[in-house]
DNA sequence: AAAATAAAACTAATGTTATTAGTTAAAGGG
DNA sequence: CCCTTTAACTAATAACATTAGTTTTATTTT
């Protein structure tokens, strides 16, 4: 075996650093200089640690998504059926509300078609398809709506964050109303 | 009256120029270095024409909004109920498909509560008010169903493009079950 | 037509950034 | 106690946005 001296905590110290500087300041705020300036340390003592800062992104993206699986996967608990899919719809919704800079991450990543990015996105899909599995939907129909309800959970947040809802009308109410038309309408057909 | 000479069609030109180099080589390639380049002129002139990296982001966004309009409007003359929504629809992600850095300029305004920015966005709100009048939705549900409408369009535009589909099932008959979903679910209650 | 004016181009310079190369300190395994 | 790996460092480079000050260009006015 060979030596490896203290990894393993390093590498996470570094995410947690980045996402506190992406949630406060925003994401173009997490540069090389920023997050090493944080750190205490050089930027180029940075590359010992990723490749790069599309190694970051890369990184920050799958500690993102395992941030947000963290928070989904107990929120399903207990509960089924429309229940459910309300739980872990305010999860979502919650924790990009929180975690904005962390959140935005989950989707920068260089090569989103990267294989550890997949595998890390797969667990949460995996989640959505057992959540859904309450409503029998035949053959493909649970694939189209695991994908419906991503994108409304995206696209929700997605403009939220970006102050694209100006409209003075509460947000949980809105986000109530559109999952219940979303799986009442899958259920109908 | 002052001096102005030949401004109107200039800044067009260069949005256009912005726009294809975002569409081809990807929105974090729209520099200034780039679009001078593009445009045979030196990165300093352009500051006549904007307010530096900000001002072009906030132009794009306004350009891009404007443009998704001049698709979106056209595709919902001559039909009403779900065929509407289902033929705006098409034509939001089959926009976002075609002109995929001017699609995401559209949100990377600096500061999207800009005067400027939600009075473009408004024209699309309208749109989308206008082509869900015919499920007569009372009250504030009309509000909140063109909020789901946008989440769903957006969200799905964004994780399409980001790869966030990996799955192999045909995405035009995915977009088509979740519309009608949602507007069923709508109006059934 | 000539002068005045305003827009839009330019050069030069500055500060920040990511990145590479090469080097040194430090810590665990044999 | 030595070896090897890791992770820090310094120094240097290239690309970028931005500012200041200047010159060209073209239109408007006299």
Redesign the pocket.
Known sequence: ???????GL?INEILEAAGEIADVFGIQEV????L?KKL??????????FD???GLRKKMAIYGINCLYEELAPSAIGVSGDEAVLAISNAYVNFARKHPGIYEATLMAPDMEDEDVQQAGAKVVELSVRVLQAFELKGDRALHAVRGLRSILHGFSALEQSGGFKMDLDLNVSLEIIIKAFINGMRAS
């Not at 205490?40 to 640690?49: A, C, E, K, V, W």
């Open positions: 075996m060979s030596p490896r001296p203290k990894v390093e540069t090389l200089a920023n090493a205490g340390i050089r930027p180029p003592s940075l590359y010992n640690h790069g800062l599309g």
